[in-house]
């Protein structure tokens, strides 16, 4: 049974329009399953991640605006056009695509980039949480529903396997600031689906905290074949949008499907990456790895010279020892058959001698480790990537519990708003889910303060524990009946 009783606060500059979460005149003869969608994404994902088939601006248009790529050497490294990444700085508002674009980029190009945000984006634990049953203190509550209801969430908690779904959301929030996608569910298993940004945008919030977002439909008018692949809902709000034109274009995605998450929570109508302070320090931090790679190719290179003598005491410029032409195809041999690719030749009126290029040692290394220290201490939530500046057990616990709550707390409270919205279309009177604000690295520190109070919050305790063990609640469910009722029985 549904329950579609969520509100929904539009933007008071976009035009609201009415639902239609039902979506059942237009469905289509075999509705695809979410393990299908996944499928579909899974075969897609090079092109679709990256948009290439899907906007005429693909993740390198661009950078090539900063960085002529069609150069090499050392002109590729001087080719950035700081001035256009500050024009996009300056005036964030007009420039959303020309960032994310960058940001995509710098996200494949750069190592320390790719490291901030996936450690940012695993930072969550998303087993640390409580499922509080719906219970009314002043009501008659049955015990029999109570159970029942309970019990049918976990049921579809264990199919949703949220820390997996949920990590390609928070990545895509970190590197782009906002996540949309399209959630598919089904008796087997829940899929969430990325969504183009370019055909998206957030037009209000629901009454429990979370964004609303429309789509552009014109996105479809060369992707046919998407709507067979995706079927519901896009289908119907495709369909609205040919009915209604042009002023139909931004269609609401349906309240059960949509799932659309802010990094910058605090402003909904500026979208701008999180990072973007550090994409001028990240190009210099490129540009200078650049240079390192051609000064270590100079430190092996050779150029090996044979001088052409002339006998001794001769006055003639060209009264050579040896004939020119004997000496060049001996040194013609050299060339194509001892010479290493690294090693050059050249001809000169002398003796042979060779050339190094080795005397600037790799001075730019420790330049390299300097400039990368400061784009971490400058990102404002990656201390532990670069602990050797954390000296101590206790700087480290407070490094730790600083960079948990830079990454979780506007994205965690956003997912369980979320969540238990999504639950309420489900079931008619879900069980609430609370999550705990736990990350990857504190969370041996909570299991310890859990396993303390364990005993004093009976089965409550022991079900947060087990679930930080890998156990899901069910699991401990099954295994507490096993060990009472089975193993034990008279």
């Not at 990545?171 to 949309?180: I, K, N, P, S």
């Not at 429309?214 to 009915?243: C, I, N, T």
């Not at 400061?374 to 407070?398: P, Y």
């Not at 156990?471 to 034990?488: G, I, K, P, W």
Request: one cysteine or more; proline letters at 4%.
């Amino acid at each position: 049974m549904r329950n579609t009783a969520q509100k929904r606060t539009t933007n008071p500059n976009t035009k609201p329009r009415a639902r239609n979460r039902k979506n059942s005149s237009t469905a289509p003869a075999v509705q695809p399953s979410a393990r299908a969608v996944r499928q579909w994404y899974n075969q897609n994902k090079p092109q679709f991640q990256n948009y290439a088939n899907t906007s005429s601006t693909n993740v390198n248009d661009t950078i090539t605006l900063l960085r002529d790529v069609t150069k090499t050497g050392t002109k590729t490294i001087s080719a950035f056009s700081k001035d256009s990444l500050r024009s996009y700085l300056q005036n964030i508002g007009t420039n959303e695509k020309n960032l994310r674009n960058l940001s995509r980029y710098l996200y494949y190009r750069s190592p320390v980039y790719h490291r901030l945000i996936m450690y940012n984006a695993n930072m969550f634990c998303l087993n640390a949480r409580e499922v509080v049953p719906n219970y009314d203190l002043t009501g008659n509550n049955d015990t029999t529903k109570t159970l029942k209801d309970w019990y049918d969430t976990l049921v579809i908690l264990e199919k949703m396997n949220l820390q997996y779904e949920m990590l390609k959301v928070y990545t895509v929030c970190f590197r782009e600031d906002v996540f949309y996608g399209c959630v598919y569910y089904d008796d087997e298993s829940m899929f969430i689906l990325p969504l183009d940004p370019d055909y998206c945008k957030i037009s209000g919030y629901y009454n429990t905290g979370d964004f609303s977002f429309d789509m552009d439909m014109s996105y479809f008018r060369s992707k046919q074949e998407l709507l067979e692949y995706w079927g519901e809902p896009f289908q119907s709000m495709y369909k609205a949008y040919e009915s209604e034109g042009n002023s139909g274009k931004w269609q609401p995605m349906p309240d059960e499907n949509a799932i659309c998450l802010k990094a910058r929570a605090e402003d909904w109508e500026t979208i701008v990456p999180l990072f973007s302070g550090l994409f001028n320090a990240l190009i210099n931090l490129i540009d200078l790895e650049d240079i390192q790679a051609i000064a270590d190719e100079q430190q092996i290179y050779k150029l090996v010279w044979l001088e052409m003598e002339t006998l001794t005491g001769s006055n003639m410029p060209d009264d050579w020892k040896v004939n020119p032409q004997i000496m060049i195809e001996y040194f013609n041999r050299l060339l194509e058959e001892a010479l290493p690719s690294y090693t050059s030749g050249a001809i000169v009126p002398g003796k042979l001698n060779t050339i190094s290029f080795n005397n600037d040692q790799a001075t730019d290394t420790s330049k390299i480790a300097k400039a990368t220290e400061t784009v971490l201490n400058t990102s404002g939530g990656a201390q532990i990537l670069n602990s050797s500046t954390i000296s101590g057990t206790t700087a480290f616990e407070a490094a730790v519990r600083s960079d948990t709550e830079f990454a979780i707390s506007m994205l965690l409270p956003q997912t369980q708003s979320w969540l238990n919205r999504w639950l309420s279309y489900q079931l008619s009177t879900p069980a609430k889910v609370k999550f705990f604000e736990v990350s990857a690295y504190t969370i041996e520190a909570f299991k310890k303060s859990i396993t303390t109070t364990a005993a004093q919050y009976g089965m409550s305790g022991k079900l947060v524990l087990n679930n930080l063990n890998g156990f899901s609640e069910l699991d401990t469910v099954a295994l507490n009946f096993l060990e009472e009722n089975c193993l034990q029985r008279s």
